[in-house]
């Protein structure tokens, strides 16, 4: 059953992977990468880690995607770059990449011993058990977390808020060298 | 008969690959974005496997904690975008070169 439940999971996170990468409309890859999160939440279940799986709905699917698609939204048809031709040799340089991080994680995975699962109690990955050690032995990183996300939110005001958008600004400077101009001709004039 | 660590790593590993292949190729920033929460998750897979496997409650804690951290990263991303749109430059990465070296 558990083997049932792995295959279709990671089938799915793989192809909604590969949706995220191929689509042309970034609005169709958010939504792919939304089945992605699903698919791992699934995948964080049969490793008995509830409480991950938790968060990684509430916080990725439900905060962060949100926010992914308020800025899809937002640019609009900009999103999408119209002519996605690339060099050559930036395709054959990211599959070597791919597939030296793969064979890599292969030969290290076919060597490993590590096979045979810990015999956990039932209360593994329940919000008591991650909730104690995150707030005592990782109690520094905790903090450090929130400190993080205190930034994140400033910088977000910061970008978000910035000067007006340079077609007003033109505008506005436009205007003031006409004046300036029209002011200087009549000065010209009453000499 | 349930699925071995090893498995759960090459799920892993393949989403990694895939992210990668999505952060080198893409021009759309926004889509670049998308591809890296795919590679942060594949690893946030592994740190889980990893910490089911050994026992201990410390991988779900790291999980947790990347979690924090590519929040982070996605408010000053599209903070990012949202800036280069209010300032009418183009959408893709290979014409926003201004920064480089």
């Known amino acids: ?7 279709v ?17 970034p609005f169709i890859a958010a939504i792919a990468l939304l089945g992605n999160l699903a698919s791992l939440a699934t995948l964080y279940l049969l490793l008995q880690s509830d ?16 926010m992914f698609l ?10 999408e770059v119209p002519d996605e031709r690339r060099h050559t040799w930036q395709l054959i340089a990211a599959c070597v990449a791919a597939g030296a991080i793969l064979v890599e994680i292969a030969l290290a995975v076919g060597r490993s011993t590590l096979d045979s699962a810990a015999s ?25 977390v929130s400190l993080l996300l205190l ?11 910035g000067p007006r958008p340079s077609r007003v600004v033109d505008e506005r400077q436009r205007r003031v060298q006409e004046a300036r101009d029209l002011a200087a001709s009549r000065a010209g004039d009453d000499r | 008969m349930t699925p071995g660590l090893g498995s759960y790593l090459i799920v892993s590993g393949i989403l990694f690959a895939i992210g990668l292949v999505g952060v080198l190729l893409r021009r759309s920033p926004l889509v670049v974005l998308l591809s890296l929460e795919v590679m942060l998750n594949s690893a946030n897979l592994a740190l889980v496997g990893f910490g089911r496997y050994v026992g201990g409650q410390d991988g779900q ?16 991303g599209l903070g990012l975008i949202v800036a280069m749109e209010r300032r009418r430059l183009v959408l893709d990465t290979d014409q926003l070169v201004e920064l480089r070296g």
């Open chain 1, 151 to 161: 930034v994140a939110a400033i910088a977000g005001v910061v970008l978000g808020s």
């Open chain 1, 1 to 7: 059953m558990a083997t049932v439940v792995w295959f």
């Open chain 2, 61 to 76: 804690v790291f999980a947790l904690v990347v979690m924090g951290v590519a929040a982070a990263e996605v408010v000053v």
């Open chain 1, 120 to 144: 956990v109690e039932d209360s593994f990955g329940s919000p008591q058990a991650v909730g104690e050690v995150f707030l005592t032995r990782y109690v520094g990183a905790f903090e450090l």
């Open chain 1, 70 to 79: 308020f800025v899809i939204a937002y640019v609009g048809p900009h999103a």
């Open chain 1, 51 to 66: 409480f991950v799986a938790a968060a990684q709905i509430i916080v990725y699917a439900g905060a962060v995607m949100v």
């Open chain 1, 9 to 25: 999971a990671s089938a799915c996170a793989i192809a909604s992977a590969l949706a995220v990468i191929v689509q042309r409309n």
